[in-house]
């Protein structure tokens, strides 16, 4: 079944995308050997847990003391990153940190968690590009494949529980649950 485009809803044109205006803060041959590094080294079970923290940190992220970072973790661009202290992130993490993202200390990013600065505008014809910066407060829990995306604050304390997409900023405190609702 398809459906007719929305009133000033311009037709998608992918041939028209550019990254017009993004600027990846790095240049090629830095962001070269950063994907290198991750696929080959960082990504891998074998990769101590100290040894991916160093290697964060040697590509431009601010990470605290005490952070566990556990195998097949996905990292953009390190150089966009800030992590507190004691801070767990865990199995299949997606940081997809087109723009910045933040993480406070005594933060959890359980399995398969993905946060995502980047995003497209549907209505423009070049489907250009919508980023924002992600921040996790302190003691905030991002639970197993929930979802945080671009421009969004995740408060003090707060939960982003299973399966959950966090699409606007969640208070100090607050839990996002993930819906059951069907859409037809």
């Not at 007719?4 to 240049?27: C, H, I, M, W």
């Not at 202290?85 to 087109?98: F, M, Q, S």
């Given at each position: ?59 431009g992220a ?13 990292v953009l ?106 859409v037809d």
């Amino acid at each position: 079944m398809t459906t007719e485009p929305e009133r000033g809803v311009n037709v998608r044109r992918l041939s028209s995308f550019t990254q017009a205006g993004y600027d990846k803060g790095a240049p090629k041959w830095k962001q070269a050997a950063w994907f290198a590094v991750m696929n080959l080294v960082f990504f891998r079970w074998w990769c101590p847990r100290g040894l991916r923290v160093r290697l964060l940190r040697s590509f431009g992220a601010s990470i605290g003391e005490n952070v566990f970072i556990r195998h097949r973790v996905r990292v953009l661009w390190p150089w966009k990153l800030t992590v507190g202290d004691d801070c767990w992130i865990g199995e299949d993490v997606w940081i997809l940190n087109l723009e910045p993202v933040t993480i406070g200390s005594d933060v959890c990013l359980s399995q398969g968690a993905m946060l995502c600065t980047g995003s497209h505008d549907r209505r423009r014809a070049d489907f250009a590009y919508r980023n924002a910066p992600i921040v996790v407060e302190r003691g905030a829990w991002v639970a197993v494949r929930a979802t945080v995306l671009a421009g969004v604050t995740i408060g003090e304390e707060a939960v982003v529980g299973a399966g959950a997409v966090a699409s606007k900023d969640v208070s100090a405190g607050s839990v996002v649950v993930a819906s059951t609702q069907v859409v037809d």
